[in-house]
Structure formats: structure tokens, C-alpha cells
């Protein structure tokens, strides 16, 4: 029989602890005593998060209490770290984002402020949003809709609105925007589908929808629909085989086009 996520998470900690005994308390008060990976996972959000509004302690009860209370959160979850480590070549364990990356840790912080969006506790919604974008540089508005198994790469300064759609399979990296147009209201924000791929400092604005496996471009301004498994590039942009660019010289990370 295979082992769970959580269990192999645990192997992963206890290797790291007999590499590094210094840090062995600190990774067995934000893991190891845990009971499961959300109350892990709510742990190391309490240790970030806290301030002169809310303590370590009384963050930590409330997000366990909101992951119990929102069923899906947990599945959310493992599906973010079974993504980052399938896509980041750097991630080598599942325990590396848990621990160490502010796109998952601000990505986790977002499930917990949209599940209590969702039950009309708006104000500790916006309370946690606030202090994501302060800790991890992630400004995701609480109302927008981000399935399971989505990956934010580096993670800084990246921006989602309000009435957003990002299915699974989804890379956003550093830098990107998923904004409006500021003339309209309703729904008024793009809609990424599943396995679409933004690279760094593109902004897509407006209710457009980015198709299945699309590639948006480092540095790219797409105002309108990205058909599926299409890539675009540019400022505004448009497809890659509309700019005269050989398939071997094309980088999608290259933002000088």
C-alpha cells in the first residue's frame, strides 16, 4: 500500500531534521506534532501571519477551524503540493513548498480567506488577505475562484481580482496580473483555463478567457481571448506565429519580444 501525502511529508521532515538538528524543534512544533497536513499547513500560516491583531495561537485555531469547516480545502491543498513538485524542476520533495514557498503558503492563506468570503466574513476574509500581501507579496482577492492543483512560482507581486477563474494545472509566475479594466463592473476579470502557463510580469485584463494550455509570455499585455494551446506574446499581445519568430530561437520566458 502506497503511502499518504501526509506521510511521506513526515518522512521528508525527519530527513530533514537528521540533516539539520538545529532546526529539528522548529520543524517539529510546525509539522511533526501535527495531526494531519491542513493542521501542518495551519501551523506554519499562524508562524507567518500573526500580528498585533491576532496571535500565533489564536491564527492557528482559527484557520484549523476554517479548514474544518470548508471540506474541500484540504483536497485543494494536497493538489497544490502534488502540482509544485510535478512542475517546479527545483522542488524535489513535497515539503519543500510546504515550508519554504510564499506561492504556496499565500495560496494556502487564499483558501481560508475564500472559504470564510464564502460564509459572509468578509471583513476576516479582507483581515487575511491583507496579510498575505504583506508577508508573501500576494495580493489575491478572497471572492476570486482558484481550483486545486495550481502552482505560483516565486510568487512576488502577483495580483488576482476579484471575479478571476483559475482552473487546475495552472503555472502563474512572478510578476502577473489578473486585473480589470477599471470601466467596468460585474464580471470584470480573466479566466485562465486548465494547464494555461503565465510567465513573469504579464498582465491580462478584462473578462477574456486564457484556454487550455495557452502560453502567455514574460512581459506580455493580453486583452483579449487566448485560444487553447496557443501561445501569445507581446505588448498587446498576439501569436507567437504572427511574429515572424522561428520555433528554435522562441523562449516563452523571453520578455524582450
Not at 69 to 77: A, F, L, R, S, V
Not at 160 to 168: D, K, N
Not at 187 to 212: D, E, F, M
Request: proline share 3%; aromatic share 8%; charged share 20%.
Amino acid at each position: 500500500m502506497s503511502k499518504s501525502l501526509w506521510e511521506n511529508i513526515r518522512d521528508e521532515i525527519g530527513l530533514r531534521v537528521d540533516a539539520e538538528p538545529s532546526l529539528g524543534s522548529f520543524l517539529h512544533s510546525l509539522v511533526l506534532s501535527q495531526k494531519n497536513l491542513t493542521n501542518a499547513v495551519a501551523s506554519i500560516l499562524s508562524s507567518k501571519l500573526h500580528s498585533d491583531a491576532l496571535s500565533a495561537m489564536d491564527i492557528k485555531k482559527f484557520i484549523i477551524d476554517v479548514f474544518d469547516d470548508c471540506k474541500n480545502i484540504e483536497g485543494d491543498i494536497e493538489k497544490d503540493l502534488i502540482f509544485f513538485k510535478d512542475n517546479d524542476p527545483s522542488c524535489d520533495y513535497f515539503s519543500t513548498p510546504l515550508l519554504f514557498y510564499k506561492g504556496f503558503l499565500g495560496l494556502a492563506t487564499y483558501r481560508a480567506s475564500h472559504c470564510l468570503w464564502n460564509k459572509n466574513r468578509h471583513t476576516m476574509a479582507l483581515f487575511f488577505q491583507n496579510r498575505s500581501s504583506e508577508i508573501f507579496g500576494i495580493d489575491i482577492h478572497p471572492a476570486a475562484k482558484i481550483a486545486g492543483g495550481v502552482m505560483m512560482d516565486h510568487a512576488t507581486g502577483i495580483v488576482i481580482g476579484e471575479t478571476a477563474v483559475i482552473e487546475s494545472d495552472v503555472s502563474i509566475f512572478q510578476g502577473v496580473t489578473l486585473g480589470g479594466k477599471g470601466n467596468e463592473v460585474g464580471k470584470r476579470h480573466p479566466n485562465i483555463k486548465s494547464g494555461a502557463t503565465i510567465y513573469a510580469s504579464s498582465t491580462i485584463l478584462g473578462n477574456i478567457t486564457v484556454g487550455n494550455k495557452a502560453v502567455i509570455a514574460a512581459g506580455s499585455l493580453v486583452l483579449k481571448d487566448v485560444k487553447n494551446e496557443i501561445t501569445v506574446a507581446g505588448i498587446p499581445a498576439k501569436e507567437v506565429n504572427k511574429l515572424n519568430i522561428s520555433s528554435n530561437d522562441w523562449d516563452p520566458g523571453d520578455s524582450s519580444l
